[in-house]
């Protein structure tokens, strides 16, 4: 069983602070990495996905890709409170889609 | 317009009655999913159709039946229910490419929070 690991948090940021959030993966063969965000009570939705080493950034969101050391990271800077909720890594496993999510890990902004 | 729809949204049952829950997309994609939502978050596929074919059968009593009768629905059949099914349930849809490669994220439904008394 491949794994995918988070810290579950909660990680409580000030706002507009940065949240840095973590995941590592054992699959050293994994090619793709997502993160989702979900709110309470609301289902997964997409925020980043990663591929190549390096950095990926879409607004406020920075995705980092260390294939060497299997770990990828979020960055959200200026944090706000619309931003608590859980964040959700996710690497493919095998064919068809298949993803293995971490636990999560709850990031709080706090006023 | 509702890329992923479930229903119900909620399903309150007895222990031992059978229920169904009912899933479609209508984004166009070939192949769907059942997640499963314990209480502590975390998020583990059940089963995936692509084209109407089961493709992932991950460990799961048997008392889950999914079934799709066409790729634009995806329905999940539970049969004796039990205190530990209480869960959300997510139905999902993606695009899968040749090979069976992820092409595109994958569409969440908005979730079906059984709980089973």
């Known amino acids: 069983q491949k794994e995918v690991e988070q810290n579950s948090g909660p990680l409580s940021v000030p706002e507009g602070a940065i949240a840095s959030l973590n995941c590592t993966y054992s699959?050293?063969?994994?090619?793709?990495f997502f993160w989702y965000r979900q709110y309470s009570g609301k289902s997964p939705e997409l925020i980043m996905f990663?591929?190549?080493?390096g950095d990926k950034e879409d607004g406020r969101f920075t995705a980092q890709l260390n294939k060497a050391s299997q770990y990828v990271s979020l960055l959200i800077r200026d944090s706000q409170p619309s931003d608590s909720a859980t964040y959700l890594c996710?690497?493919?496993?095998?064919?068809?889609?298949?993803?293995?999510f971490g636990a999560g890990t709850q990031v709080v902004v706090t006023p | 317009d509702t890329a992923v729809s479930q229903t119900p949204k909620y399903l309150v049952t007895q222990m031992g009655n059978d229920k169904s829950i009912k899933c479609e997309q209508n984004?166009?994609?070939?192949?769907m999913y059942w997640y499963k939502q314990d209480s502590k978050k975390f998020l583990k596929i059940m089963f995936s159709?692509?084209?109407?074919?089961?493709?992932i059968n991950e460990t799961v009593p048997n008392r889950f039946s999914p079934k799709s009768p066409d790729k634009a629905h995806l329905n999940l059949h539970i049969n004796s229910l039990e205190l530990g099914d209480s869960a959300v349930y997510f139905c999902?849809?993606?695009?899968?490419?040749?090979?069976?490669?992820?092409?595109?994220?994958?569409?969440f439904g908005p979730g079906t929070r059984l709980t089973v008394l």
């Open positions: 999902a849809s993606s695009q899968v490419g040749l090979a069976g490669v992820l092409t595109d994220t994958q569409y």
């Open positions: 699959d050293r063969g994994s090619q793709s």
């Open positions: 990663i591929y190549s080493n």
């Open positions: 996710a690497v493919p496993e095998g064919s068809w889609g298949k993803l293995q």
């Open positions: 984004l166009g994609h070939d192949t």
């Open positions: 159709y692509n084209n109407k074919e089961l493709i």
